[in-house]
């Protein structure tokens, strides 16, 4: 029975996503190509929207990541 409403609030989300990209039924099913290509597109608008936002936030996170890293390291070695 878990499965079951698993799989359905599965196909909401993804036809709630499908709906909002103006993709529908029909369009998959008689122009497949075309409907790939238009995902596609998406994919690289959204990668273009992102990637300024990711790369602001990697000034701040990376350096903070590389230092918990050798903290967590420099514990994990045993006294010398």
């Known amino acids: 029975m878990g499965w079951i409403i698993r799989t359905l609030v ?7 996503v ?3 990209l103006h993709i529908d039924p029909a ?3 008689t122009n497949s190509w075309q409907t ?4 596609a ?3 690289v608008d959204a990668g273009g929207w992102a990637l300024p936002y990711i ?4 000034v701040i996170v990376v350096p903070l990541s590389l ?5 967590r390291w420099n ?6």
């Open 10 to 16: 599965l196909c909401f989300i993804v036809g709630f």
């Open 55 to 58: 790369l602001i936030g990697a």
């Open 67 to 71: 230092i918990g890293l050798v903290l």
């Open 27 to 29: 369009s998959i099913l």
């Open 36 to 39: 790939v290509q238009d995902i």
């Open 18 to 20: 499908l709906s909002f």
């Open 75 to 80: 514990r994990s070695r045993p006294p010398s």
């Open 41 to 43: 597109a998406l994919m």
